[in-house]
């Protein structure tokens, strides 16, 4: 007879609340959310730039590894500023990526994959090529200014001494003499959404996305949309004048009704999730109340230490604050714009932060790989949805050694640091960078080869040696891929049972078949403070060993799935985790 493990009395208990809506009401609470980033995905037509074409060219990826849903960074028109963040135009499609025939064509393809789409909004600000502020910079009387934030300057000072996100400062002055406010860089000039225009605009925006079938919005830098109107300058011990300000909330009480109209009539059940970076906790779940997002990013999980000690209360406070207001906690490791998790779990310091610039220094990527792999089981298992994002799967490090001349992050300029690394364009096959990233090389059509000369019909037609034309050239991926990738291919890793990509294909389909992982609860295992153990269900566990030494594994009838090989005897390794029938 099988024993069963110990286990604390402490349990913790997820609530989720029910949205309306006839097909898979609530997906977004347990869902596997792969995001794209197109620039980088994959090229369809040989400029060295993914696109839409190519992802539609790779789909069979993403059904393959079993995700739920796809969430498309911005494919939006725009100047590419900040890759894409400074959108011009919200209902069409920026010609590098394709068009909005292309955009519609693959939400249909996704859905008949089984596939769910998000699409990401950036209610903030928008480009300063946008019609609306080049109708505010034509004229001082323009009533367009009104939705933005002009103001005059304090003499010869910019309005504020507010900080900007990139670094830097936050004030440009424009010909007339009055600043505009940019929390970002100076071509993405902020919304101001006190003005009527502006919030019935991004509701037309949200519904233009839903009528063609989008099934989530996420929403990009969900907290800054409001100012104080007053203009105070920041000073310690003040409330902030631009982060978290009360009023954003009667917005996505408004977005949620637009939601949940969808929902209630039409198949697809639709959902917004937030961007919402906040260190007080009750602050941060105060976005996700009933009326307001359906979820929100987990940035302390993240940022998290590899510490035991550290992990057990990040996963603690996120389930309990989640449950306070009925929302489904997320669990994401990695994302466009942050280190990815490989080469922060190599290093000594394994956190993130943007204030802590760790590039360059050493990395250990043999362990920040171990530490991944068992990672993605911990992320997998917990109660909520879980976030991949591109490449993860293939377990990708950063690029930290993209030539100077090459980067084309904003960040970089303003506080040198900059994103690019961890946007490198994904490895599909081959041995050698583009990897088969870029997949149709330019050929030469017939019309292209050289005419025979032109001779007298008397003579007989001589033979002519082939023409020699030059070998087709692949450009070069917008940004450079570490040749050392051609053990990480999708191609290379794909049938070998001890690759990254196999154990999350292994480690989502389990998910998506074990009872356990479909239910709320989850109970943490007595199995010492190193190691962090729980079940799910009444016969599911987890168990990741964050201590200096192999220890043994709870009783159990057998292993389901184990990120790296089990030592003599059984023993669970140091960095590894693994999922066990009880």
Known sequence: MRRRPNVRRKQVLVSTHDGPGKDAPGWWKSAVIYQVYPRSFADSNGDGLGD????????????????????????????????????ADFRDIDPVFGTLAEAEALIEEAHAAGLRMIVDIVPNHVSSEHPWFRAALASPDAPERDYFWFRPG???????????????????????????????????PDLNWNHPAVRAEFESILRFWFDRGVDGIRIDSAALL???????????????PFHDLDAVHDVYRSWRRVADEYSATTTRDRALIGEVWMPDVNRFTNYLRPDE???????????????????RACIDSTLEAHAAVGAPSTWVLSN?????????????????????????????????????????????????????????????????HIAEDRIQDPMYARRGHTRDGCRVPLPWAEDEPPFAFTANAP??????????????????????????????????????????????????????????????????????????????EMTWLDHGPDVLAYTRGPDFACVLNLSGAAVPLPDH?????????????????PDTAAWLRL
Not at 70 to 86: F, L, T
Not at 451 to 478: D, F, I
């Open 557 to 573: 009838v057998s292993p389901l799935l184990v990120s790296g090989p089990l030592d003599d005897g059984g023993l669970l390794p």
């Open 226 to 240: 409001f100012k104080d109107p007053a203009l105070p300058e920041m000073t310690d011990g003040a409330p902030h």
């Open 154 to 188: 304090k003499g010869e000072n910019m309005p504020t001494n507010w900080p900007g996100e990139f670094g830097g400062t936050t004030w440009t002055q424009v010909p007339d003499g009055d600043w505009y406010l940019h929390l970002f860089t100076p071509q993405q």
């Open 443 to 520: 050929t030469l059509s017939d019309s292209a080869l050289p005419e025979p000369a032109l001779l007298e019909p008397a003579l007989p037609e001589p033979t002519l040696p082939e023409p020699t034309l030059p070998e087709p050239t692949l450009p070069e991926p917008w940004l450079p891929q570490p040749r050392e990738w051609k053990d990480r291919t999708v191609q290379a890793q794909t049938g070998d049972p001890n690759s990254m990509l196999e154990l999350y294909r292994r480690a989502i389909r389990l998910r998506r078949a074990e009872p356990g992982l479909h239910t709320p």
């Open 52 to 87: 839409i074409g190519g992802v539609r060219a790779r789909l069979g990826h993403l059904r393959d590894l079993g995700v739920d849903a796809i969430w498309m960074s911005p494919w939006y028109p725009s100047p590419m500023a900040d890759a894409g963040y400074d959108v």
């Open 336 to 400: 466009h714009d942050v280190t990815r998790h490989v080469t922060r779990y190599g290093r000594a310091d394994t956190t993130f932060s943007f204030d802590n610039n760790l590039d360059r220094t050493p990395v250990d990527l043999e362990l920040g790989t171990r530490r991944a792999r068992a990672a993605a089981l911990l992320s997998l298992s917990l109660p909520g949805s879980a976030y991949v994002y591109q490449g993860e799967e293939l377990g990708l490090w950063e690029n930290e």
């Open 293 to 311: 997002l359906h979820a929100a990013f987990n940035f302390e999980f993240l940022g998290c230490a590899w510490d035991p000690a550290l992990m």
